[in-house]
C-alpha cells in the first residue's frame, strides 16, 4: 500500500498525464457534468465531430483506433474500467477530475442546496442590519412568499450578491421614506436624488424603477396593471411619487376645485369665471382637495374636438361641466375623475366605437361602477357614428375578454361590420342631450 506522499505523487502524475493530452479535455468535461447531473459517476456520455487530436489520445487512452470515427458514445463506466488498467489504477476518477479542474466536484442538488442556505443566511443578516421600521417587517414576510417581487431579487442575487444588497438597501431607505413621510407629493427625481444621490435611479426601464414598482404594487391594498405608463404613474402617485406632472394633463371645462387649504383654486377659478376651458396638470391636481361640478353631473370626451364644440355650440355653458380625456387615460385625467366622483357627482362618459375605445370605456366602468354612465353606446349610436375605416383582425381581437354586458353587446356589432365608428359623425347627439338635460334641470329647479 502507497504511502500519502506517494498517493499525491501519483495524482499528481495522473493529472500531468491527462493534462498533456488537450485531446481528452472533452472528455473529462463531459464526465464531470455527468457526475454534477447525477451526483455520482454513471451514465452515459457523447463526444461529437471528433478532432484529429482527440481522436489520436482517445485513441491510446481506451486502446482502440477512432480514425475512422466522427463520434464517441460511451458509459462512463467503461472510462473507470480503463482507468484502472493503467498505472493510475489506485488513483480515484473524482480525484483526478477534482485536481484536474482545481474545484470540488459536487452534485448539482448539493450546490444547489448549499447555494440556498447560503443565501438564506445572507439574507437574514442584511435583514438584521435594518432599522426596525414596518418595513423592515414587511420586507422579511416578502422573501417568505413566492411571488414576482421575491423571484426577482433571487435573480438578482444569483447575478451579483453585492449588487442585489446594494438595491435592497436604496428600496428599504426609500419605502420607509414614503411612509414616514405621509406620501407626501415629491417629483420622482427629487426624490432618487435624495435616496441615491442619482435623480436619474428610478428612470423608466431601469432596475431601481422595476424593483421600487413591484415592492409599492405588494403594498397597496388592490394591485394596478403596471405594464403601461399610466399604470404605473397611478401607482407612484398613490404613494405621493409625481413623474411628468407638466405633461400628464387633462382637459376641463366649468369645474370647480378647491385646494387642500380650502380656497378656490385661483388659475381654475379664473378659467371658470371666463367661461375658457383649462389644462389641468399633475403638478395642479396633486395640490386639490376637492371638486364641484354643475348640476352635480360632468360630460367626459374622449375627442377634444366634441369637447371644444360643445363648449362653442352650448347656449347655457356657465351651467355645464365638462372634461376631455383627449383619447387616452392620463393619470391626471383619471385623479380629476376620482375627485368629480368622490364630490358624489355622476359622469357621464362617451367615446368613439373603436376596439381601444371599448377598452377605455370599460376600465372606466370598472374603476367608477355606478356613478358612470354609458353616454351614447346604443348600437343605434354605432351605426349613425360609422365610418370607411376597416378595423384589422389584430384590432378586433382587443374587443375580445371585455366583460361589461353593454359594451359586450356593442363589440358584437363591431365585429360583424368590422368598422370603426366616431363620436364626430354623431355630435349632434351629444349636444342635444346636454341641452336637453340641462332644460329639464332649469325647469325642474
Known amino acids: 500500500m502507497r504511502s ?15 493534462k498533456s493530452r488537450q485531446g481528452l479535455h472533452r472528455l473529462l468535461l463531459q464526465i464531470k457534468k455527468k457526475f454534477q447531473s447525477l451526483n455520482a459517476f454513471g451514465g452515459t456520455i457523447k ?51 477534482e485536481a484536474y479542474f482545481g474545484e470540488e466536484l459536487l452534485g448539482n442538488k448539493i450546490v444547489e442546496q448549499s447555494y440556498h442556505l447560503e443565501r438564506e443566511h445572507n439574507i437574514t443578516n442584511w435583514l438584521l442590519a435594518q432599522p426596525e421600521t414596518s418595513i423592515k417587517k414587511w420586507l422579511s414576510e416578502q422573501f417568505k412568499v413566492d411571488s414576482t417581487w421575491r423571484r426577482w431579487i433571487f435573480q438578482k442575487y444569483r447575478e451579483n450578491q453585492q449588487a442585489c444588497f446594494d438595491q435592497l438597501t436604496i428600496l428599504a431607505k426609500s419605502l420607509n421614506h414614503l411612509v414616514e413621510n405621509h406620501f407626501k407629493p415629491k417629483k420622482i427625481a427629487q426624490f432618487a436624488a435624495e435616496m441615491t444621490g442619482n435623480p436619474h435611479y428610478f428612470d423608466v426601464g431601469t432596475e431601481g424603477e422595476k424593483l421600487l414598482t413591484i415592492s409599492l404594487n405588494r403594498l397597496v391594498d388592490s394591485p394596478i396593471q403596471t405594464h403601461y405608463a399610466e399604470g404605473r404613474n397611478e401607482l407612484y402617485f398613490k404613494f405621493g411619487l409625481l413623474r411628468d406632472t407638466l405633461s400628464n394633463y387633462t382637459f376641463c371645462y366649468q369645474v370647480d376645485a378647491f385646494l387642500k387649504e380650502g380656497q378656490r383654486h385661483p388659475g381654475i377659478a379664473g378659467y371658470n369665471s371666463i367661461g375658457e376651458p383649462q389644462i389641468v396638470s399633475l403638478e395642479s391636481i396633486s395640490q386639490l382637495e376637492k371638486v364641484s361640478c354643475q348640476q352635480s353631473r360632468v360630460f367626459v370626451s374622449e375627442n377634444p374636438t366634441i369637447f371644444h364644440n360643445l363648449i362653442k355650440d352650448l347656449t347655457n355653458q356657465s351651467q355645464i361641466s365638462l372634461m376631455c380625456t383627449n383619447g387616452q387615460l392620463t393619470i391626471a385625467s383619471l385623479l380629476m375623475l376620482d375627485l368629480v366622483v368622490q364630490s358624489g357627482a355622476t359622469i357621464y362618459y362617451g367615446g368613439d366605437f373603436d376596439p381601444e375605445g371599448l377598452r377605455i370605456a370599460e376600465r372606466l366602468k370598472n374603476r367608477y361602477g355606478k356613478q358612470l354612465v354609458f353616454w351614447r353606446y346604443a348600437p343605434e349610436d354605432y351605426k349613425a357614428a360609422l365610418s370607411h375605416e ?8 382587443n374587443l375580445n375578454g371585455l366583460k361589461n354586458s353593454d359594451l359586450e353587446l356593442l363589440a358584437n356589432f363591431i365585429r360583424v361590420k368590422e368598422r370603426a365608428g366616431y363620436q364626430e359623425v354623431i355630435y349632434s347627439r351629444y349636444l342635444h342631450d346636454i341641452e336637453t338635460w340641462a332644460f329639464q334641470s332649469e325647469r325642474s329647479d
Open 4 to 18: 500519502r506522499s506517494e498517493h499525491e505523487l501519483l495524482l499528481q502524475e495522473a493529472v500531468g498525464y491527462f
Open 47 to 97: 463526444l461529437a465531430k471528433l478532432s484529429e487530436l482527440e481522436k489520436e489520445h482517445l485513441g491510446l487512452f481506451l486502446n482502440r483506433s477512432f480514425k475512422t470515427q466522427e463520434s464517441l458514445t460511451i458509459a462512463v463506466s467503461k472510462i473507470e474500467k480503463q482507468l484502472q488498467e493503467t498505472r493510475f489504477a489506485e488513483v480515484e476518477l473524482k480525484a483526478i477530475l
Open 390 to 397: 376597416v378595423l384589422s383582425a389584430n384590432r378586433l381581437k
